[in-house]
């Protein structure tokens, strides 16, 4: 194998204690679907600060040999006979679409993966490198900035400030107990302030954060048990806004269902914080389900929307979504309505390298943003189980030809250089700077 001969990075694997070692002799590997491909430091980068490395149970590592180029399934340490090994994947920093997954090979009885994603990762030079592509330069969520000390003080704060709204008391557990970066952030008062409102949804997502039925997945964090008011849902918005610059105030969280479903409370909450002040961003995360309701909040004052998908086929969409009481149509609509309103419209892409950058895939995702009032990608790697996710995809889109991540990006740069790719929602002063 010709690659062999380039500088390739070691693989990086765990001992049934979870401690993690680089082999010399062997490279790492990455996969796409079926594809295998070694790790070389030209198509890697260093590992950013505030991922982490993951250990893979249930599986084995595949590397490939340095010496004959082949790729091999190791079951033991090559050095330690008799020690068994286990793959290690890298859980990248936000901002980082990766573009290879961790290549392993499941035991027959494996359990289903937890809800991260599981970058390829090796190792050079006396450090990790992955296989990813930096989307989002912003530090909106870089934990150097994210003083525990500081967030304490902000906790103590809002506490006197504002000692009865539930929903600062909701946040409290996001930020203490999820480590949640934008509810760190309401309590820094920076960029972002997440607003969680409903306790319910209209779609039963293969890899929803905080509901999980009749599977093995355990969830990231707990669904919100309550519906705030609209009182005190605005008394959050309107605090953030009026002490933070260029602030984003936000709907639709991991640790909620779906928005669009608590209507009848963030349609006066959006009015009540519009009486207060024009400024800030008022966003809603949303699987765009329902576009009258959703016309409603843009009548409101609702500022930009951010759509979540796997995929712009149909099919690929619903085995992943699993709508109820809605269909693909639906939020093509409420896409649609958005650009009618004039509103800002992010595309909350769920990407694998595997599928996402098949070319079926890739020729739809260009149809689409052609025909569609698309004014960002955020690129969000999908938390699920790589093979498992495949697999169900295989059912619906047999593995065509890969072009790779860095090609898609760069195909959809060439093709609508205006539209804008990146990780977190923009505040409004930075619209006009996205495609029109």
Same mark, same amino acid.
């Given at each position: 194998m010709s690659r062999r001969k380039k500088p390739f990075l070691r693989a990086i694997v765990a001992n049934e204690?979870?401690? @993690? @070692?680089?082999?010399?002799?062997?490279?790492? *590997? &990455?996969?796409?679907?079926?594809?295998?491909?070694?790790?070389?430091?030209?198509?890697? %980068?260093?590992?950013?600060?505030?991922?982490?490395?993951?250990?893979?149970?249930?599986?084995?590592?595949? *590397?490939?040999?340095?010496?004959? &180029?082949?790729?091999?399934?190791?079951?033991?340490?090559?050095?330690?006979?008799?020690? #068994?090994?286990?793959?290690?994947?890298?859980?990248?920093?936000?901002?980082?679409? %990766?573009?290879?997954?961790?290549?392993?090979?499941?035991?027959?009885?494996?359990?289903?993966?937890?809800?991260?994603? @599981? &970058?390829?990762v090796g190792w050079l030079k006396g450090a990790s490198r992955v296989?990813? %592509?930096?989307?989002?330069?912003?530090?909106?969520?870089?934990?150097?900035?994210?003083?525990?000390?500081?967030?304490?003080?902000?906790?103590?704060?809002? /506490?006197?400030i504002m000692p009865s709204n539930r929903l600062r008391t909701h946040l409290e557990t996001c930020a203490l107990t999820y480590g949640c970066p934008a509810a760190k952030n309401f309590f820094l008062g920076r960029y972002e302030a997440p607003l969680p409102t409903s306790m319910h949804c209209n779609a039963r997502c293969r890899g929803c954060l905080s509901l999980q039925r009749d599977t093995d997945i355990p969830t990231t964090q707990d669904r919100i048990d309550f519906t705030p008011t609209a009182d005190e849902i605005a008394e959050i918005a309107i605090y953030h806004i009026q002490r933070t610059g260029s602030a984003v105030v936000s709907f639709g969280q991991g640790c909620e269902g779906e928005p669009l479903l608590a209507a009848e409370v963030i349609e006066p909450a959006i009015r009540l914080i519009r009486k207060a002040t024009e400024q800030g961003t008022i966003h809603m995360n949303t699987n765009a389900s329902l576009p009258s309701v959703l016309e409603g909040l843009f009548e409101a004052g609702l500022d930009s929307i951010r759509v979540s998908m796997n995929s712009v086929r149909e099919s690929c969409y619903e085995t992943y979504f699993r709508p109820k009481g809605y269909r693909f149509d639906d939020v093509v609509e409420s896409i649609d309505v958005a650009g009618r309103k004039g509103k800002f419209v992010s595309i909350n892409y769920l990407n694998l390298p595997g @599928?996402?950058?098949?070319?079926?895939?890739?020729?739809?995702?260009?149809?689409?943003? &052609?025909?569609? #009032?698309?004014?960002?990608?955020?690129?969000?790697?999908?938390?699920?189980?790589? *093979?498992?996710?495949?697999? %169900?995809?295989?059912?619906?889109?047999?593995? #065509?030809?890969?072009?790779?991540?860095? /090609?898609?990006l760069a195909q959809i740069h060439e093709t609508f250089p205006a539209l804008k790719f990146g990780y977190f929602n923009p505040p409004k002063e930075k619209f006009k700077a996205c495609r029109s």
């Open positions: 204690q979870g401690e @993690f @070692f680089d082999l010399g002799g062997y490279a790492a *590997v &990455g996969m796409a679907g079926r594809h295998l491909i070694p790790l070389l430091e030209g198509e890697t %980068i260093h590992m950013p600060f505030g991922g982490e490395h993951l250990f893979m149970p249930d599986r084995r590592p595949i *590397v490939c040999n340095a010496e004959t &180029g082949e790729f091999e399934v190791l079951t033991e340490n090559p050095y330690a006979p008799g020690e #068994p090994v286990y793959p290690v994947a890298a859980f990248n920093a936000p901002g980082h679409m %990766i573009c290879l997954v961790s290549a392993y090979a499941e035991e027959p009885d494996a359990t289903t993966l937890p809800l991260f994603s @599981f &970058g390829a296989a990813a %592509i930096r989307v989002d330069r912003e530090r909106r969520q870089d934990v150097r900035l994210m003083s525990q000390d500081k967030i304490m003080e902000g906790v103590f704060r809002l /506490r006197q @599928f996402t950058d098949a070319k079926p895939e890739v020729a739809a995702l260009l149809s689409f943003l &052609g025909s569609r #009032p698309v004014h960002m990608i955020q690129w969000r790697n999908l938390n699920f189980d790589p *093979v498992r996710y495949w697999q %169900i995809m295989s059912n619906k889109s047999p593995e #065509p030809e890969l072009i790779g991540m860095g /090609r898609l």
